[in-house]
T-cell receptor
Framework: GENVEQHPSTLSVQEGDSAVIKCTYSDSASNYFPWYKQELGKRPQLIIDIRSNVGEKKDQRIAVTLNKTAKHFSLHITETQPEDSAVYFCAASSGGSNYKLTFGKGTLLTVNP | DVKVTQSSRYLVKRTGEKVFLECVQDMDHENMFWYRQDPGLGLRLIYFSYDVKMKEKGDIPEGYSVSREKKERFSLILESASTNQTSMYLC????????????FGPGTRLTVL
């Protein structure tokens, strides 16, 4: 089955800096890669996603890049703000079971004012 | 607005008790999922269901069973609760297509004494 590795497990940045979280996946048939944000005590919520036929997608301060050849994808947050502090999860939807997401273990991002 | 609700936010049970966790979604989604979330281990899939009365094991099904008698409701059952099942349990639902967003419930914090 699909295996998703996520790094780093914790990331601390100063407000205004950029943050990058990286994930790799194992199943070359995976075709959908969402990112979820989970604030403390709340449920995970989708913040951005990318399909396998797209190399990059941007939404205001967040962007996701995908390298299908290397089987890795990354989340980029620019001009970080304290409210960006949360746990971020990457996921991949494996080609054989497209309704099932396999999640990385998460990255705790702390933005220091 | 999609709503995924769970029957309890907090639950305390004793070892050996039978425990039922209920999840309801109101958007006619085909797929429903049960995860447990533990620090450092991310979101681990216990069971999922892609249709009424259909179920498949996830990555950690041991000690759990599920029931889906109606499309909107997916139940997680701990036949004989053990202390190592103390965890946060998250339900989720997703439409039956590769690229659709998955929506999470608020979670149930289960403590087994």
């Amino acid at each position: 089955g699909e295996n998703v590795e996520q790094h780093p497990s914790t990331l601390s940045v100063q407000e205004g800096d950029s943050a990058v979280i990286k994930c790799t996946y194992s199943d070359s048939a995976s075709n959908y890669f969402p990112w979820y944000k989970q604030e403390l005590g709340k449920r995970p919520q989708l913040i951005i996603d990318i399909r396998s036929n797209v190399g990059e997608k941007k939404d205001q301060r967040i962007a996701v890049t995908l390298n299908k050849t290397a089987k890795h994808f990354s989340l980029h947050i620019t001009e970080t703000q304290p409210e960006d502090s949360a746990v971020y999860f990457c996921a991949a939807s494996s080609g054989g079971s497209n309704y099932k997401l396999t999640f990385g273990k998460g990255t705790l991002l702390t933005v220091n004012p | 607005d999609v709503k995924v609700t769970q029957s309890s936010r907090y639950l305390v049970k004793r070892t050996g008790e039978k425990v039922f966790l209920e999840c309801v979604q109101d958007m006619d989604h085909e797929n429903m999922f049960w995860y447990r979330q533990d620090p450092g281990l991310g979101l681990r899939l216990i069971y999922f269901s892609y249709d009424v009365k259909m179920k498949e094991k996830g990555d950690i099904p041991e000690g759990y069973s599920v029931s889906r008698e109606k499309k909107e409701r997916f139940s997680l059952i701990l036949e004989s609760a053990s202390t190592n099942q103390t965890s946060m349990y998250l339900c989720a639902s997703r439409p039956g297509s590769s690229y659709n967003e998955q929506f999470f419930g608020p979670g149930t914090r289960l403590t087994v004494l």
